[in-house]
């Protein structure tokens, strides 16, 4: 389309798809809402109006796109773009002004609203992690839900409990299965009341796209499975998926759509056979269930899932058993709450409290299995990945029809669990003893752990994103930080400043005398207010001990204004000796503040063991700076495939040059500096993150 070549300026109409999703950005700034549009007329100026059918992306910086209901139709007014490579989108429309609303949505999507937006009032008072997860499961409303859990929940295969999908809806369907089972009803029966409380949910949980097919899916799956005739249902999912795809062909992309159609075929093709074989050997009737659906859900989806995380999970058939006496009494709880609060806030207020206690169980149990060692292990990723781990299960159901297999299979991946995990766990080496210093792998950011005692540790700084630090504080063992160190106010050094406080007791947090970029100081300051954590600014001259550590300020001498980048030549500029060792910690000062080190301090005062490469290895760096420390060990905290050209080939070789061993995080993720009789060893994590 010429109009999105030019990516020109037009009056568009369309009509809402989903609900608004907020993306993440700068700390301090406002979200950007994406969402998904049904373009159906274009005003170009100057010319005439167009009228089309044709998918789009709103990404909209007014507060008034997220109060969007699917169904909605708007007039806007923005700037055309090309969609990403690959999209079946038409066009994404960016828009600074609030949506002129067209009509009214249905009664069904308003009703939805009015049930979500209550149920959200519900959990309000509840802590944030409960309170951000009841809503996510019972109708896939994560929008207060804490990012850190929810990648707790990825890691391990939770997901779909805080997302509306086909493996959501048959757990619903599951729930309204088994109570009506024990009436011994029929299956003309069964099918009416799942089909009823199907389509309460569909109303409430919204009937966007994704709901409806994600219900689609749960229905066939729940109602062959209810029949016990898995293959009349098997040409029904069959052509149901053509029906979807031909209506909606963005779905043949969809990771999200391949996933429950996968979730489904498992519930169809294995669950029964296995269920019913539990049952044979004596489980009861709900137990059995209980573990076949799980496993089988896990088993068809766990190719396409390798395919894309390249891992293979280890926790999440036995998270996802553990906690399937949790989610009945939690979604029926939230569901409650849901329909009390328009008519007894009180109520439902009261139910939500009820409900936040199974809803624990779920928090518990995503919380330490993403922390067990080996919980997911490493397999190759892509297509590749995903067709091996299909053909080795594929491969190992067959073999597991014959007893003498099964046996065989079972003794071997016993012995392989009890052989090889021990090894891992154990002898994994991280992390490594006597170590002085770690630069986490956070990404394009930095990140830096000091050790003060037995789990407790300086930080220093804490990357872009609030998970990468707190799976590296996790690692190391860090339960307790003693002092939060911000070397300065960017984002990628304090975007991920939930992270270190996440689970923890942060005693103190010291920062610069330097108040730019605002955002960033007054995301540290709400942080650090919100744990009751003293916060001070200091200068050079400042130290601290604790447990065999000393951490002195040496810099900035005095502020600096009019330099290249005033907030990083304004960086804390830390000296840390540690068993013996000393360690320099430059943050991202630049050439301008590096030579005021040397004016005022002279060489000697930089001289260090150990170097975190400042500013990621940027070229702002002073030759004369680099070669008074002189290190034998340099760290770079770079993010992989970063658009800056971290870091600087020149400097890189400098510091080779001078003796020093140079390590990446972008090369070997988590890089330790250890102490090793009279030398230093360097230790590479290994498992950089993603770009």
């Known amino acids: ?51 089309l059918e044709a998918r789009g992306l709103v990404l909209g910086s007014d507060p008034g796109w997220k109060v969007l209901l699917p169904g909605q139709r708007v007039l806007a007014t923005g700037r055309l773009m090309a969609p990403r490579g690959g999209d079946l989108k038409a066009a994404v429309l960016s828009v600074k002004d609030p949506p ?14 009015v049930l979500r937006a209550g149920l959200q009032r519900a959990c309000a008072p509840l802590p944030d992690d409960v309170g951000g997860l009841l809503p996510g499961l019972v109708v896939g409303d994560t929008s207060r839900l804490d990012p850190a859990l929810e990648e707790d929940f990825r890691e391990t295969g939770m997901t779909h409990l805080n997302a509306v999908s086909g493996a959501n809806v048959a757990i619903i369907l599951g729930v309204v299965l088994f109570a009506v089972r024990w009436t ?20 409430l949980a919204r009937p966007s796209p994704s709901v409806v097919r994600a219900a689609a899916m749960g229905a066939i799956g729940l109602l062959g499975l209810a029949a016990g005739r898995p293959r009349a249902a098997l040409p029904a999912l069959a052509a149901g998926v053509a029906v979807l795809i031909v209506v909606d062909p963005e779905l043949a992309g969809d990771v999200g759509f391949a996933l429950s159609v996968l979730a489904t075929s498992g519930l169809l093709l294995l669950a029964p056979k296995w269920r019913d074989a539990l049952r044979s050997r004596g489980w009861p009737p709900g137990a059995a269930e209980a573990l076949a659906v799980p496993a089988a859900a896990q088993v068809a989806c766990g190719p396409v899932v390798a395919g894309i995380s390249g891992s293979v999970s280890l926790v999440a058939v036995p998270a996802n058993l553990l906690v399937v006496p949790a989610i009945a009494p939690a979604t029926l709880l939230g569901v409650s709450a849901a329909v009390l609060s328009p008519i007894w806030p009180a109520g439902a207020e009261f139910t939500a409290w009820v409900g936040q206690w199974p809803a624990r169980w779920l928090v518990v149990v995503a919380t330490y299995g993403a922390r067990v060692p080996a919980g997911a292990l490493p397999w190759p990723g892509g297509v590749l990945g995903a067709v091996l781990l299909g053909v080795v299960t594929v491969a190992l159901l067959l073999a597991a029809r014959r007893p003498v297999v099964r046996r065989l299979v079972a003794v071997l991946a016993v012995g392989a669990m009890l052989g090889t995990l021990p090894v891992r766990v154990l002898a994994s080496g991280w992390p490594p003893p006597r170590w002085l210093v770690v630069a986490c792998a956070v990404g394009q950011g930095d990140a830096v752990v000091l050790p003060a005692g037995a789990g407790r540790a300086v930080v220093v700084d804490a990357g872009p994103e609030p998970t990468p630090v707190d799976h590296c504080l996790r690692r190391l063992g860090v339960r307790h930080v003693v002092l939060f160190v911000v070397s300065h106010f960017h984002v990628d050094h304090i975007g991920g400043v939930a992270g270190v406080f996440r689970n923890r007791t942060v005693s103190a947090v010291i920062t610069p005398d330097w108040p730019e970029p605002p955002g960033g100081r007054a995301l540290v300051a709400a942080q650090a207010a919100g744990a009751r954590t003293p916060v001070l600014a200091v200068k050079p001259g400042w130290s601290y001990a604790v447990g065999g550590l000393e951490v002195t300020v040496v810099g900035p001498y005095e502020p600096l204004r009019g330099t290249n980048s005033d907030p990083n030549n304004n960086s804390l500029v830390l000296r840390a000796r540690v068993g013996g060792r000393t360690v320099l910690l430059p943050g991202d000062a630049e050439t301008e503040e590096q030579q005021e080190l040397l004016d005022h301090l002279g060489p000697a005062a930089v001289r260090a063991d150990v170097l975190k490469v400042a500013h990621h290895g940027s070229a702002y760096q002073l030759p004369e700076f680099v070669d008074a420390v002189d290190p034998a060990v340099a760290l770079v905290s770079v993010g992989l495939g970063n ?49």
């Open 1 to 51: 389309m010429a109009l999105v070549e030019e990516e020109a300026r037009v009056r568009v109409e369309l009509v809402v798809r989903d609900d608004p999703r907020a993306l993440r950005g700068s700390p301090g700034l406002p979200p950007t809402y994406l969402v998904s549009v049904d373009l159906t007329a274009v005003h170009p100026d100057g010319a005439p109006r167009v009228r």
């Open 643 to 691: 658009d800056y050209g971290h870091p600087n080939a020149g400097l890189l070789a400098r510091l080779s040059r001078g003796g020093a061993r140079v390590l990446r995080t972008d090369e070997g993720g988590d890089l330790a500096a250890v102490s090793v009789g009279d030398g230093l060893a360097v230790v590479a994590r290994g498992d950089p993150p993603a770009p």
């Open 184 to 203: 011994r009803a029929g299956p003309v029966v069964i099918a009416v009341v799942c089909a009823v409380a199907l389509v309460g949910f569909v109303i």
């Open 100 to 113: 002129e609303l067209q009509g009214r949505s249905s009664w069904a999507q308003r009703a939805a609203g």
